[in-house]
């Protein structure tokens, strides 16, 4: 747990970099650009590598020793970040900058996230599994708490390039972390599939989704997933724009404090707690409080009622999370972890570009002009939840509640996904 801890403290420090250069980022280009759909696109250069290259990651993460996978994406993402810092210097800074240099950085946070996933079984005891999952959640929840508010009052201070430098010497901190400890490695060995050893780059890329396939109920989980990020994609983009169209960028960053407090509480509950006997029956009842949470958030435009959905949406997702991490780190044997872990991610994500693309377009062309003060709504619907700025967001966010609350319900209708658990051997 020593090793573990030492990493954790580094990766907590690093996220909290990154969330206050999330948060100015976004603020800057919203306000330069006053588009949704160009707001939109730096999520979708975020999400985009991770997507294409997460197979290629996770085989070569898998041969490499992970710490040193770690080590060369921090660095990578920090030069990123540190580029973005000095086109905004000298005056260069373009948004296309910002799309270009999101994506090199998500290009190397794709091979750190199945290095620091697979490390983790090697680090500490499978009984610890899911509070150290909550702990990982943690350092997300208390960067969430911090960034929005830090970040806003920084950018007034010393303005986007000092929140850039800020982030690049969070970077450093966790290199310096990583080059203080060791990792033991994984053991090759040969599980009930067939042979896991020297084998061409291609094959173990193939091997990641084949072992996947095998296993029914890991399949429906990962459909589970892709529904459930599809909506919730379209949700997180369009908050920004929501809470804007009726609240200050200073208010923004307090209900985002208050999310990063919701998650710092689930975090704190999933790390003391170890999460439920039934991981699967907690992960369906989280995710049917996430969609509440959804629908609750475009009934009025309310900073208490937004603030409040948005805590308990923010409460619930460490522990969601959680369950489903302990299932596929206990269901998937270790040597393996990298390369099935980042199959698993992109299989996960692939409907998230999707949900980007269509995000700004939806609420911009569609849902906006039904809610305005004259749309074709505006003498039904709108009487309930308002008209105007933002009620068309508003809006969206009803539907996407509604229909995302019939995921659960779906899903447990299938055996393999319910008992996923029972029909398939703990690996570790």
Same mark, same amino acid.
């Given at each position: 747990?020593r090793?573990?801890?030492?990493?954790?403290?580094?990766?907590?420090?690093?996220v909290?970099?990154?969330?206050l250069?999330?948060?100015?980022?976004?603020? #800057?280009?919203?306000?330069?650009?006053?588009?949704?759909?160009?707001?939109?696109?730096?999520?979708?250069?975020?999400?985009?590598?991770?997507?294409?290259?997460?197979?290629?990651?996770?085989?070569?993460?898998?041969?490499?020793?992970?710490?040193?996978? %770690?080590?060369?994406?921090?660095?990578g993402?920090?030069?990123?970040? %540190?580029?973005?810092?000095l086109l905004?210097?000298?005056?260069r800074?373009?948004?296309?900058?910002?799309?270009i240099a999101?994506a090199?950085?998500?290009? $190397?946070?794709?091979f &750190?996230?199945?290095?620091?996933?697979?490390?983790?079984?090697?680090?500490?005891p499978?009984?610890?599994?899911?509070?150290?999952?909550?702990?990982t &959640?943690?350092?997300?929840?208390?960067?969430?708490?911090?960034?929005?508010v830090l !970040?806003?009052?920084?950018? %007034?201070?010393i303005?986007?390039?000092?929140?850039?430098?800020?982030?690049?010497?969070?970077?450093l901190?966790?290199?310096? /972390?990583l080059?203080?400890?060791?990792?033991?490695?994984?053991?090759? /060995?040969?599980?009930?599939?067939?042979?896991?050893?020297? /084998?061409?780059?291609l094959?173990?890329v193939? =091997?990641?989704? +084949?072992y996947?396939?095998a296993?029914?109920?890991?399949?429906?989980?990962?459909?589970?997933?892709?529904a459930? +990020?599809?909506?919730?994609?379209?949700?997180?983009?369009?908050f920004t724009?929501?809470?804007l169209?009726?609240?200050?960028?200073?208010?923004?960053?307090t209900?985002l404090?208050i999310?990063?407090?919701?998650?710092?509480? !689930?975090?704190?509950?999933?790390? /003391?707690?170890? !999460?439920?006997?039934?991981?699967?029956q907690?992960l369906?009842?989280?995710?049917?409080?996430?969609?509440?949470?959804?629908?609750?958030?475009?009934?009025?435009?309310?900073?208490?009622?937004?603030?409040?959905?948005?805590?308990?949406?923010?409460?619930?997702?460490?522990?969601?999370?959680?369950c489903?991490?302990?299932? #596929?780190?206990?269901?998937?044997a270790?040597?393996?972890?990298?390369?099935?872990?980042?199959?698993?991610?992109?299989?996960?994500?692939?409907?998230?570009?999707?949900?980007?693309?269509?995000a700004?377009?939806?609420?911009e062309?569609v849902? &906006?002009?039904?809610?305005?003060?004259n749309?074709?709504?505006?003498?039904?619907?709108?009487?309930?939840?308002?008209?105007?700025p933002g009620r068309g967001?508003?809006?969206? $966010?009803?539907?996407?509640?509604?229909?995302?609350?019939?995921?659960p319900?779906?899903? =447990? &209708?299938y055996?393999?996904?319910?008992f996923?658990?029972?029909?398939?051997?703990?690996?570790i």
């Amino acid at each position: 747990m020593r090793v573990f801890i030492i990493i954790w403290v580094g990766q907590l420090v690093s996220v909290i970099g990154s969330g206050l250069t999330t948060f100015a980022l976004n603020v #800057w280009v919203y306000q330069h650009t006053g588009s949704i759909t160009q707001f939109a696109l730096i999520s979708l250069c975020n999400q985009l590598p991770p997507i294409l290259i997460s197979p290629l990651a996770g085989a070569l993460v898998d041969r490499w020793n992970r710490r040193w996978a %770690m080590i060369i994406s921090d660095a990578g993402a920090g030069l990123s970040i %540190m580029a973005i810092a000095l086109l905004f210097v000298i005056g260069r800074l373009e948004i296309w900058h910002i799309y270009i240099a999101c994506a090199i950085s998500a290009t $190397f946070g794709t091979f &750190q996230w199945p290095a620091y996933s697979a490390a983790i079984p090697l680090l500490v005891p499978k009984k610890h599994l899911g509070r150290v999952s909550g702990m990982t &959640q943690l350092g997300e929840s208390v960067a969430q708490l911090i960034s929005p508010v830090l !970040g806003g009052v920084l950018l %007034m201070a010393i303005q986007l390039q000092g929140v850039l430098a800020i982030d690049v010497a969070t970077f450093l901190f966790s290199l310096l /972390t990583l080059f203080l400890v060791r990792f033991p490695n994984a053991k090759n /060995t040969t599980d009930t599939d067939g042979e896991v050893g020297k /084998t061409s780059l291609l094959q173990e890329v193939a =091997y990641g989704w +084949n072992y996947i396939t095998a296993r029914p109920g890991l399949v429906g989980l990962l459909i589970f997933f892709v529904a459930d +990020n599809f909506f919730t994609a379209i949700f997180t983009v369009l908050f920004t724009p929501l809470v804007l169209s009726f609240a200050s960028p200073s208010v923004l960053g307090t209900i985002l404090s208050i999310e990063g407090l919701g998650l710092l509480l !689930g975090s704190l509950v999933i790390s /003391t707690w170890g !999460g439920p006997s039934r991981l699967i029956q907690g992960l369906f009842a989280f995710q049917m409080l996430a969609s509440l949470c959804v629908l609750v958030d475009g009934l009025r435009p309310s900073v208490p009622l937004v603030a409040l959905a948005t805590f308990l949406f923010s409460f619930g997702a460490p522990i969601f999370n959680s369950c489903s991490h302990v299932i #596929w780190q206990k269901k998937v044997a270790i040597e393996v972890q990298g390369r099935v872990f980042a199959v698993r991610r992109t299989i996960a994500c692939i409907s998230l570009p999707l949900a980007y693309l269509v995000a700004g377009p939806l609420a911009e062309r569609v849902f &906006q002009p039904l809610m305005a003060v004259n749309g074709p709504l505006a003498s039904s619907i709108g009487k309930l939840i308002g008209v105007g700025p933002g009620r068309g967001i508003g809006l969206l $966010f009803i539907v996407l509640g509604a229909v995302s609350m019939l995921i659960p319900i779906v899903a =447990y &209708q299938y055996p393999r996904l319910r008992f996923v658990e029972d029909e398939l051997p703990d690996q570790i």
